[in-house]
């Protein structure tokens, strides 16, 4: 079954990169401002803890 799933969400963004390449690149930069936000969070949770 995971098999499966695996390769059907392959396929899927396959698909979608193909032939939706706007949305695609649209829902990456959204991920990756959403990790970078993260990220920053986490740095500035740090450095006050420190100081």
Known sequence: ???????GGLAFLVFFVAFRPDEASGVVSSLAGGILDAANGFAAFFTNLVT
């Open 1 to 7: 079954m995971k098999k499966i799933l695996t390769w």
